[in-house]
């Protein structure tokens, strides 16, 4: 029922009492509507239902209701119903616009100004569309579309909805120590490699079937492949008919107990240094050993990639892998392969750079090991430092005589190193002092500190000098010459 006027000692029927608690529990009677409606005076107390396929409107004007009344608006339609502002003023906080099954109450201010309350708390239609997607808000509710794997949500005032998702490039993620090749501190080249073991670019070393060389090669080519890093790519090849070539990194114990029982992701850039069949193969894998601090030959998984060949970026290879490492893992490694049937010919071989071991299933964004290159030089320097004379007669140690032809001298170590240096390695060196320049013939480590405080050696030289005379250990007269530890795995 309507709106009713009564007066005073007026006897209601039974059927207004029951309208008035019809009124008071529900809303009113209702009316039913199925096209666009407008709203007249009759309609207070009452509810006016839309049931229409397609979008309605039902507009209110002015002069037609009082301050106080109210009108109960439904729709049980599929199409939108939208509450229509016709002369009178109509607010809501929410929205005019009822889908269906969505209902709300317009309460009249005055007679010329209503409110809408919606009564459906989630009127707002969702912008959300994708599968991980976040509701943000600007000046509006608005959609934060789903990151790309990997990536993390971090706060930007600078963006519309002060969110923005990044690529995590937390140092540490990285397992592989010089994943870019950026340091090489044995040289740039290595001309020659016939031997087992034998370490290229920092942290790196070979396993091969035949003479090998290597080159610190600078990429050609924008950022693909990949940003991030560095434009470095260590590449290997044939110069004689070869079995097969193998690149290995073995991460020391201390740094490879966090793989242990986990999901990892072996991810790299790779391509064929050579346009035969044989050398765009390369099985690249992930494996464990049981044992602290030693090279791993038990496989946890790999998988062959098939490389392109060229000199471009868009000539690179994005190759990736998953493994779960056993728990008993006390050494990880990873390793690439080339072993085609029948061998390699001269000229087969492959570069590779963006080299990333980490935890989860998914390949992110690389970065390198430490986060920066001054640390990444610093972490391989733990395992091999070379002093290099930076021109001709450069220093690079100390020293006084001990006899006629040999003596002690000290070098200063940039970082402590992973254990008590294995050998002594060194190419051009000569005892100097004011009046002497003697060839050095043979260096003996004599050191027991890992630190940054001395390296100790005794030297053999060519010629008398004498005892308890001081001296400067440095390079002759050869832009090549230095003095290197190993504490190498």
């Known amino acids: 029922m309507a709106k009713q006027t009564f007066t005073t000692g007026q006897v209601l029927t039974a059927a207004q009492m029951t309208s008035l608690q019809q009124t008071a529990m529900g809303g009113g009677s209702t009316t039913a509507k199925t096209t666009s409606y407008v709203l007249v005076a009759a309609d207070a107390g009452t509810v006016v239902q839309m049931n229409a396929a ?3 409107t039902i507009t ?3 002069a037609l209701f009082a301050a106080g009344d109210t009108v109960q ?9 939208t509450i229509t502002a016709g002369t009178a003023t109509v607010n809501t906080s929410s929205t005019l616009a009822l889908k269906q099954y969505d209902a709300g109450s317009l309460y009249f201010n005055s007679t010329s100004a209503a409110i809408f309350f919606a009564v459906d708390a989630a009127d707002s ?20 579309a789903v990151g790309n794997n990997g990536e993390s949500l971090v706060a930007d005032s600078g963006t519309a ?7 995590n490039t937390s140092a540490g993620k990285n397992g592989l120590i010089n994943g870019a090749f950026t340091i090489s501190q ?17 942290r790196w070393y070979i396993t091969r079937g035949g003479v090998i060389d290597y080159a610190q090669k600078t990429v050609a080519g924008g950022s693909t492949p990949p940003a991030n890093f560095d434009a470095y790519a260590q590449y290997i090849n044939q110069t004689a008919a070869n079995a097969f070539i193998t690149i290995n990194q073995a991460i020391e114990t201390v740094n490879s107990v966090r793989f242990a029982n986990k999901v990892v992701t072996f991810s790299f850039y790779a391509r064929a ?13 992930v494996y464990y050993s049981t044992s602290d601090n030693t090279k791993p030959t038990t496989t946890i998984g790999d998988t062959t990639f098939t490389l392109l060949y060229g000199t471009t970026a868009a000539d690179w290879t994005f190759c990736t892998l998953t493994a779960t490492v056993p728990s008993t893992a006390r050494t990880v490694s990873v390793r690439y392969t080339s072993a085609p049937v029948g061998g390699l010919a001269v000229g087969d071989g492959y570069e590779i750079t963006g080299t990333m071991l980490e935890i989860g299933s998914v390949a992110t964004a690389f970065q390198t090991a430490t986060g920066n290159q001054a640390s990444e030089l610093a972490a391989c320097q733990r395992y091999y430092y070379r002093s290099s004379s930076t021109n001709l007669y450069g220093a690079v140690g100390t020293g006084i005589a001990t006899g006629l032809t040999a003596g002690t001298f000290l070098t200063s170590l940039p970082v402590a190193m992973r254990v008590v240096p294995t050998t002594i390695d060194f190419s051009t060196l000569q005892v100097y002092s004011s009046t002497v320049a003697l060839a050095v013939s043979a260096l003996t480590l004599n050191t027991s500190t890992t630190t940054t405080t001395i390296g100790g050696s005794t030297s053999t030289h060519a010629n008398a000098t004498t005892a308890d005379y001081f001296y400067i250990l440095r390079g002759a007269n050869s832009a090549s010459a230095y003095i290197a530890f190993n504490a190498e795995l």
């Not at 608006?73 to 119903?81: D, E, K, L, M, T």
């Not at 909805?161 to 690529?167: D, H, K």
């Open 60 to 62: 209110v004007n002015t």
């Open 54 to 56: 397609g979008a309605t």
């Open 125 to 144: 239609t969702s912008p959300l569309t994708t599968k991980g997607d976040l509701f943000t808000y600007s000046t509006a509710d608005a959609r934060l």
């Open 273 to 285: 240094a050579a346009n035969t069949a044989k050398s765009k193969s390369l099985t690249a894998g």
């Open 186 to 202: 044995r040289g740039a080249t290595i001309a020659g490699i016939n031997t087992d073991n034998t370490y290229t670019a920092d």
């Open 73 to 81: 608006i439904q729709n049980v339609g599929a199409g939108v119903c």
């Open 161 to 167: 909805t002060g969110l923005r998702y990044q690529a």
